[in-house]
């Protein structure tokens, strides 16, 4: 599985959370299957939430790290 479906599977499980968390390790790889790249406060939009980098070792979340 790569980083987009893992994401697209998250984005279900909680469709109310308004952001979603990635490790740090693959925020850059999410960004480039996506095509975009990171506004100015470090986030993405994608499926109408709001996506970032939830630092090193961390687990895809949607509670802040």
């Known amino acids: 599985m790569d980083v987009r479906q893992l994401v697209d599977i ?7 959370a308004p952001c979603l968390w990635l490790p740090s390790d693959l925020f850059p790889e999410f ?3 996506i095509r975009q790249r990171p ?3 470090g986030a993405v939009i994608y499926r109408n939430k709001t996506i970032r980098d939830g630092g090193p070792y ?8």
């Open 10 to 16: 998250a984005c279900e499980e909680d469709p109310r």
């Open 31 to 33: 960004c480039a299957a």
């Open 39 to 41: 506004n100015v406060v």
């Open 58 to 65: 961390s687990d895809i979340t949607t509670r802040r790290p």
